[in-house]
């Protein structure tokens, strides 16, 4: 079965099902958080000729996976780093399926057309999991709303 992937901006009927994920996954990490913010927060991300945005995985009409392309995630410890990769999540069935990678490596293959040449990420698995496979460097573990997360870059070919 083929994976789509296309922005948010031409699948906004994904919202619902990724602010419900994104709520579900990280929303303890913010304070209050609801779902109607986690939907409004992602129309920031309607575009598809500048930064920020979100790609969309699609399998059988089903949206599947999600990755967003953004500014400074973790600024206030990192205000050097500019681009980031956020909002990595595929529902848990397609998980091992590769859709994480998909969705990682077509951001960095589509990153240096919006002017990038780093990109970096923050994960929780302190050994890079996924991201260390697909060849990203780490950069330092440090404490992120009370987390240990490693923080990791990836230099990308113009």
């Known amino acids: 079965m083929t994976v789509k992937l296309t922005f948010l901006a031409d699948q906004v009927d994904a919202i619902p099902i990724i602010a419900q994920w994104y709520l579900d996954e990280w929303g303890y990490l913010i304070p209050d958080e609801t779902l109607d913010r986690a939907?409004?927060?992602?129309q920031d991300y309607l575009n598809r000729d500048r930064i920020p945005f979100v790609l969309v995985a699609i399998r059988d009409d089903e949206v599947?996976?999600?990755?967003?392309?953004?500014?400074?995630?973790m600024g206030k410890l990192?205000?050097?780093?500019?681009h980031w990769i956020g909002g990595v999540?595929?529902?848990?069935?397609?998980?091992?399926?590769?859709?994480?990678?998909?969705?990682?490596?077509?951001?960095?293959?589509?990153?240096p057309d919006y002017g990038v040449q780093t990109v970096h990420l923050q994960t929780k698995?302190?050994?890079?999991?996924?991201?260390?496979?697909?060849?990203?460097?780490?950069?330092?573990?440090?404490?992120?709303?009370?987390?240990?997360v490693l923080v990791m870059e990836r230099h990308l070919r113009p």
């Open 39 to 42: 939907r409004v927060r992602l």
């Open 78 to 82: 990192f205000p050097d780093k500019e």
């Open 64 to 73: 599947i996976g999600c990755a967003q392309l953004k500014f400074r995630e």
């Open 125 to 148: 698995r302190l050994d890079g999991g996924l991201y260390a496979r697909l060849g990203w460097l780490p950069v330092q573990q440090v404490e992120n709303h009370g987390l240990q």
């Open 89 to 111: 999540y595929v529902a848990s069935r397609h998980r091992g399926d590769g859709v994480g990678s998909l969705l990682a490596e077509t951001i960095c293959s589509r990153a």
